[in-house]
């Protein structure tokens, strides 16, 4: 346990709902990162806050994503309109400085 | 071309044997991470260099800035050891990491 938590763990969704994960970082954290990792592949990264200033935004998050990181603590991160290739483990990971600490991830099945 | 290549993408080894994961990148960075990431996806963070070498019981990652090159070391490999290994660098110009598409570990008993 590496102290970020995710929740859920698994979401298993039809294609064209709504999904919200949440991630919780280690509390004297001031980074949060989102990644999406699908399978057989390392990592992509999504998106980076520091505190709740939404600092770095991947041109792979498209229109349908939003993350939010209202009061610089926990985080949410909405997939609208979910596609079949939304399909991935999002991972999210928190830090200081350098060392990131991950979370255990959120895998979503778009069906 | 990804920024951050590794090589192998599968590595089957003894137990017991020397393993190097080797990992290049063509990008400027502020460090190089090793992560290591098991069966489920959880990742843990195993090293973060930005220069020299380091070392952690069988584990050592080494780091040549120059030639934009790091490798992991594995000595006396274990079973335990099995998981995807995978090498992210921290760009110099923001804050996010860059993944390489990670290594496969396999070790037999």
């Known amino acids: 346990d590496t102290g970020v938590s995710q929740d859920p763990r698994h979401k298993i969704t039809k294609r064209g709902q709504n999904v919200t994960f949440r991630c919780d970082p280690i509390s004297e954290h001031n980074r949060l990162y989102w990644y999406r990792q699908t399978l057989g592949q390392g990592p992509e990264f999504l998106t980076y806050f520091q505190n709740e200033a939404q600092l770095e935004k991947s041109r792979l998050l498209s229109d349908r994503f939003s993350a939010e990181r209202p009061k610089g603590s926990f985080s949410t991160l909405e997939i609208q309109r979910t596609e079949q290739g939304d399909s991935a483990m999002y991972l999210c990971?928190?830090?200081?400085?350098?060392?990131?600490?991950f979370g255990p991830g959120t895998r979503l099945t778009v069906l | 071309k990804n920024e951050v290549e590794q090589s192998p993408q599968n590595l089957t080894a003894q137990e017991g044997e020397f393993i190097t994961i080797n990992c290049s990148y063509s990008?400027?960075?502020?460090?190089l991470h090793w992560l290591q990431q098991h069966p489920g996806g959880g990742i843990v963070s195993l090293f973060m260099?930005?220069?020299g070498k380091k070392k952690h019981g069988r584990l050592i990652a080494t780091i040549n800035i120059q030639e934009k090159h790091s490798s992991l070391h594995i000595t006396a490999s274990h079973p335990r050891d099995s998981a995807v290994y995978i090498c992210a660098v921290n760009l110099s110009s923001f804050d996010d990491m860059r993944f390489g598409a990670g290594t496969r570990l396999t070790v037999k008993p």
């Open positions: 260099l930005s220069s």
């Open positions: 990008v400027g960075i502020s460090a």
């Open positions: 990971a928190s830090s200081t400085v350098g060392r990131q600490f």
